[in-house]
């Protein structure tokens, strides 16, 4: 079936060949039997790596292959109890890691799937978005400007349709579409101007086609990355914080060799030290930080799925917590994205229409729209040039929606604004479907951000008559006639004059207006006839109410010192009343409203010194979006901007953080972004910001607990063996203690929930150490009172007369629960333990009690005594052992306590 020549034959014929009807798509039965046959409708990608290589890379570090060289060294001088334990340490830290690996690995590669593109096919008569995926040969695909084609398709109708085929043919300029069979089978791809290929974009027009080829048998099958891969993709933090792992490794390895050299020099045997010093730099070395950083990235970003934003591109996740504007489009993403026709001006007054959201029901409050010409020409006009579609439970419905189900809720397919006027016509009886009965369209030239306008043609028993919507300053510049309840006549000055005041009245209330009109064409007119000398029929003005959430979340936007930036395409005045209900924007404006005229006269230079003053852009293009990032970006600031439509992919990728919408976005601008949002909310993008810092403050809270958990240790075998001490820890020791309070404790640091506050500091810079704000302090001093407390212990221990055996043991556990009780001052930098809820994170006491538990088995446990040389503890020594692991703890919570105490007290006294 995929080696037919589909450009050479009729759609018609194609259809046959693929056994489906034009009018009603394939079954879902005969879909699904398809599917079987053929497979999903997806590119073969490269396997991801599989679980027994990935436990098997566990053991290439280079300090691990030392220690089993070491080990298999000491089974040749006999001691090979300490061998077995040695590497039964190994191995469970080899779990361990490969457990954080592998559990990374799977939520990066899941996040793939959240970011698979949609397709609308005709099933069983009726319109469905279905998973790109689920495409098989037979379906019928139907297609808009933005859209990216997902299977092989041969045209059925085309309407001004251009495909951007560049990243399969070469070819730089959009290729014209239409539906006619060419003659040469061997027709070049880049010439086959009916047929559409996966992987390739409408630039512009609308169509339908037929699936001809899916999955590896299309054109596009060889090439790869149809789906953004983001597992491979190292954020700028995993890539510092690899360089310091290698400074990290060097260190440890030298103060290891400096103890391993002073501990013989003092008379501590070879092997004994060699096995202390292999055993350090293990424990030195955070072998773990790599892949925790990965597991916590992994995890916040599902907790961003929870909240409906969806992460493409990790290093997004870290710029999340610089940014400081965020450029919203109004439309849906601050606002309900419900378009609601509020007034009608046809005839010289202006009509009132009641109703909610999307459905049909409301009345023309001081006139009967089912009668009076004017008002029933308006919204004609309104429901013959629109492409939207109303439905009700994704039904499509063409009139006779009383079959539906009456809790079922109405909703639009395709343009808001569109459905907006599908509805307002709908309430006085008049339905696109029903008037296509009687007219048929033959033309339309599509909306663009140029021209302003969109216009059909269709074709009635009169003749010819075009249909013409769009912006009311362009509208009413090209007409020369209006309609009246007197018939058509002149359209004066006073006139004119008279409609913009009826427009500024709409948009003082936050209406977005539109203004229609209409032309008879004589038979044989050009199609750029269609848009000159119109008859003008009235004014729509509808709003889309701001979302409740949008106005809450920019007020945190404003406490977090991030700057809200509303970007529309509406009316000055209709973005600056919206603007001002939402709070972007709270005095009187003056130079916080520009629009799209006053920027071009801007130059750049101009535009860099007022950007920051700027809260509205009103009547702006998709170019001057560009524009407005690259003078943000070039005043220092880090940009997050939104987008939906295809010309808004430049912007979108221009920003630091470019922010598709999910529910109304093109796969365009998809691509092009670095986030999604699932619901087009503006609260959504804020959630975002304030997860992207918590992840941030997670991996600064774990990277602060292991490196001065493990600053401890070494300083705890350096300072013994400076001062002349025995040994206070053996090398198995070493790596229990390695092994109870690297693993789980760090892994639960980083299922923190956001801190209290966290949205109301400013943002970070971009350019911030992973140790600014004191991190390398902090890690140093509890480091240094780790390695000290357990010295003193060890040191008090022998002093009071207990054996070798017993100061080890003590040492050892003054080591462990030293590193757990802080695992707690690690869960806040600005907080101490006596002002976090220890219960916030089940995870982390689980982790603790589990660690507890195995530290307490290895010193109670009779077989596991002999292995770890430890010996049970009396009272007195464990009352030091607490008090060494906990009271550092203690004494830094209460000095927190105070601290925080006194400054809220000054900030109150200054309130």
Not at 345 to 370: E, H, L, N
Not at 475 to 490: A, F, K, M, S, Y
Request: with cysteine; aromatic share 6%.
């Amino acid at each position: 079936m995929q080696q037919q020549a589909w450009h050479v034959i009729s759609w018609t014929d194609a259809a046959k060949a693929l056994e489906v009807q034009p009018s009603q798509g394939l079954s879902q039965r005969e879909a699904e039997r398809r599917a079987a046959r053929v497979g999903k409708n997806v590119l073969t990608e490269k396997k991801g790596i599989q679980p027994l290589f990935l436990f098997l890379r566990q053991f290439k570090d280079f300090m691990v292959l030392v220690l089993l060289a070491a080990t298999v060294v000491s089974v040749w001088l006999g001691e090979l109890a300490d061998s077995v334990t040695i590497l039964s340490i190994v191995l469970m830290n080899a779990i361990l890691g490969f457990i954080q690996e592998y559990r990374a690995e799977r939520s990066m590669e899941s996040l793939k799937q959240l970011t698979a593109p949609e397709a609308k096919v005709l099933r069983e008569g009726s319109e469905q978005r279905l998973p790109a995926a689920e495409l098989v040969p037979g379906d019928i695909v139907l297609l808009e400007a933005g859209d990216r084609i997902p299977a092989d398709v041969r045209f059925m109708r085309t309407v001004n349709m251009k495909v951007e085929e560049s990243a399969l043919t070469g070819e730089s300029q959009p290729s014209p579409k239409a539906a006619a069979p060419l003659r040469d089978e061997y027709t070049p791809m880049a010439d086959r101007h009916n047929m559409g290929y996966m992987g390739t974009t409408l630039a512009a027009g609308r169509g339908a086609g037929l699936v001809v080829a899916t999955g590896m048998a299309t054109e596009m099958g060889m090439i790869a990355g149809l789906i953004q891969t983001v597992a491979e993709e190292l954020t700028p933090l995993q890539q510092r914080l690899a360089q310091l792992g290698k400074w990290l490794v060097f260190l440890s390895v030298l103060v290891c060799f400096l103890v391993v050299l002073t501990g013989i020099w003092r008379g501590e045997g070879f092997y004994k030290m060699f096995f202390a010093g292999v055993s350090l730099a293990v424990a030195a070395i955070p072998e773990g930080l790599p892949a925790i950083v990965t597991l916590s990235l992994a995890l916040g970003v599902q907790r961003m799925i929870k909240r409906k934003a969806i992460v493409r591109k990790l290093p997004a996740v870290e710029t999340l917590g610089c940014a400081t504007v965020i450029c919203s489009d109004k439309t849906g993403t601050l606002t309900q994205n419900e378009m609601t026709v509020r007034r009608i001006y046809t005839g010289g007054r202006m009509i009132a229409v009641s109703g909610q959201g999307y459905d049909p029901k409301g009345d023309f409050q001081g006139a009967d729209a089912t009668r009076e010409e004017n008002i029933q020409k308006t919204l004609r006009i309104a429901a013959l040039c629109n492409n939207a579609s109303l439905t009700k439970k994704g039904i499509q419905v063409a009139g006779l929606f009383r079959a539906a189900k009456r809790d079922a809720k109405w909703g639009i397919d395709g343009d808001p604004t569109e459905g907006a006027l599908l509805v307002a016509a709908a309430k006085a009886g008049i339905w696109r479907e029903v008037l296509e009965k009687k007219e048929e369209r033959i033309g339309e030239i599509p909306f663009d951000s140029v021209r302003k306008r969109m216009s059909v043609i269709y074709r009635n028993k009169r003749g010819k008559q075009a249909y013409i919507k769009g912006a009311p300053d362009t509208i009413i510049g090209l007409c020369r006639q209006e309609l009246t309840p007197e018939g058509v006549r002149e359209l004066t000055a006073e006139r004119r004059c008279a409609i913009m005041r009826a427009h500024d009245e709409m948009a003082r209330q936050a209406l977005r207006v539109l203004a229609l009109a209409e032309k008879p064409l004589p038979e044989g007119s050009a199609a750029a006839d269609a848009e000159q000398n119109l008859i003008f029929a009235g004014l729509m003005g509808m709003i889309d109410p701001p979302r409740a959430s949008a106005r809450q979340a920019i007020q945190v936007c404003r406490r977090a010192g991030i700057k809200t930036v509303m970007i529309t395409g509406d009316h000055r005045l209709t973005a600056e009343a919206v603007a001002r209900e939402l709070g972007i924007i709270q005095k009187i404006p003056g130079r916080e409203v520009v629009t799209g005229l006053e920027l071009a006269r801007m130059s750049d230079e101009e535009l860099s010194r007022q950007v920051l003053d700027i809260r509205v852009y009103a009547r702006v293009t998709p170019k001057d979006k560009l524009r407005i990032v690259r003078a943000l970006k070039q005043g220092g600031q880090v940009v997050a901007m939104t987008g939906d439509g295809v010309n808004d992919a430049p912007a979108v990728k221009e920003a630091d953080i470019g922010i598709a919408m999910g529910q109304n976005g093109t796969d365009v601008t998809k691509g092009a972004s670095a986030m999604v949002l699932g619901d087009d909310n503006f609260a959504t993008i804020v959630a975002a910001v304030e997860e992207g810092r918590a992840i941030y403050d997670n991996i600064r809270k774990f990277i602060r607990y292991l490196l001065s958990c493990n600053l401890g240790e070494v300083l705890t075998m350096f300072l013994a063996v400076l001062v002349g001490l025995p040994l206070p820890l053996l090398a198995i020791q070493i790596l229990w203690v390695n092994l109870v309070t690297d693993g789980l404790p760090a892994m639960a640091l980083g299922m923190e929930k956001a801190e209290p506050g966290i949205m109301e500091r400013p943002p970070r810079t971009p350019g911030e150490s992973v140790f600014a704000r004191g991190l390398a302090g902090r890690i140093a001093i509890r480091g240094t009172i780790i390695g000290l407390g357990t010295l003193f212990v060890f040191a008090v221990g022998l002093f009071f007369g207990a054996e070798l055996l017993a100061a080890r043991t003590m040492a050892f556990s003054a080591l462990v629960f030293s590193q757990l009780i802080h695992v707690f001052d690690c869960k806040s930098e600005e907080r101490g333990i006596f002002e976090t809820s220890l219960l916030s994170n089940p995870c982390l006491l689980g982790a603790v009690a589990i660690s507890a538990l195995m530290q307490l088995s290895v010193i109670y446990w009779t077989p596991l005594q002999g292995i770890f040389k430890t010996a049970p503890l009396l009272g007195w020594q464990w009352e030091l052992v607490l008090g060494a692991a906990a009271g550092p703890t203690i004494v830094i919570g209460v000095i927190s306590l105070i601290r925080n105490f006194w400054r809220e007290s000054m900030a109150t006294g200054r309130g």
